[in-house]
């Protein structure tokens, strides 16, 4: 039975889908309704959209405010009220997720061999260091292949990704084709947990590809933003495997072609709506 909206955010969806966590929803609102334009958004514009969620006002206020103190959103006063804008580190994640989920191919079909690996040694005691650099390389594509070993079957600047986080001198970087006798199918197995990313798109499958999707969803402004959102969390697991070393059936490939054809239902919809519902300012 398909889960409501309140319940995909509230709670873990099964067969390893990622959690809709409400920051999610908001970046992507942020990223399809301010991303590009000087404006800032009334903080009334965000707690009316997120409780279309189920997202209380407290839960937004809190999250706009932990925003803040990570450098995701400025705060502006208009009179007697609040609007927030954002930096220039958000506007780059956001570019970053809008190529990513509507610009790339969710396989790589034109692999040329070429490999990216990455070595990392930290001190026992840097453990935030080390959890940032992981999510870091998960995001860019690369899975584990040993301790402090990580991998990922593309070309990738490790400069944009190890970027601000003062740990060059305990990371190296080689590129280049495998050679003999490497086993590269297994290596991948080894590396990336493809049951699991396959079970991920094959649930968002079941979940959207129906005559009438989140049929709860109370317009399409809230159908637009989860859909989305739970896309976006699908990508951030999966590394792009070359297709060379995909089963067949690889349900990604499908789960694509959905997304463009439920944006194209959704989008126009969702944009007035959000036109409509959002109180703003021009920043100058």
Not at 174 to 195: C, K, N, Q, V, W
């Amino acid at each position: 039975m398909p889960q409501s909206v309140s319940e995909t955010v509230a709670e873990t969806a099964d067969a390893g889908v990622p959690k809709v966590r409400p920051q999610s929803l908001m970046f992507t609102f942020l990223g399809n309704y301010v991303l590009g334009r000087d404006v800032a958004v009334f903080s009334g514009s965000f707690i009316e959209v997120l409780g279309r969620f189920g997202i209380g006002e407290h839960a937004v206020r809190s999250m706009l405010t932990r925003m803040v103190a990570r450098d995701l959103l400025t705060r502006h006063r208009h009179g007697r009220r609040v609007y927030s804008g954002l930096t220039e580190r958000c506007r780059r994640i956001l570019a970053d997720g809008e190529e990513r989920v509507w610009r790339r191919s969710v396989i790589n079909d034109d692999w040329d061999g070429h490999w990216t690996v990455l070595a990392f040694s930290l001190p026992e005691s840097w453990q935030s260091h080390r959890h940032e650099l992981r999510s870091r390389l998960s995001w860019a594509g690369f899975g584990p292949a040993g301790n402090g070993l990580w991998i990922s079957p593309a070309r990738v600047d490790v400069t944009e990704v190890t970027a601000d986080l003062g740990l060059d001198a305990h990371v190296k970087v080689f590129a280049g084709p495998s050679l003999p006798p490497t086993d590269e199918a297994r290596m991948i197995r080894d590396a990336f947990d493809l049951r699991a990313i396959s079970t991920g798109y094959q649930t968002w499958l079941d979940r959207w590809d129906r005559p009438e999707p989140a049929p709860d969803a109370p317009d399409d402004l809230v159908r637009y933003l989860l859909l989305t959102t739970e896309w976006l969390n699908l990508i951030r697991v999966d590394p792009r495997i070359p297709l060379r070393h995909l089963p067949p059936d690889w349900p990604a490939i499908r789960a694509q072609e959905l997304l463009y054809t439920l944006r194209d239902r959704y989008q126009d919809g969702a944009r007035e709506i959000a036109e409509r519902t959002i109180e703003l300012i021009e920043l100058r």
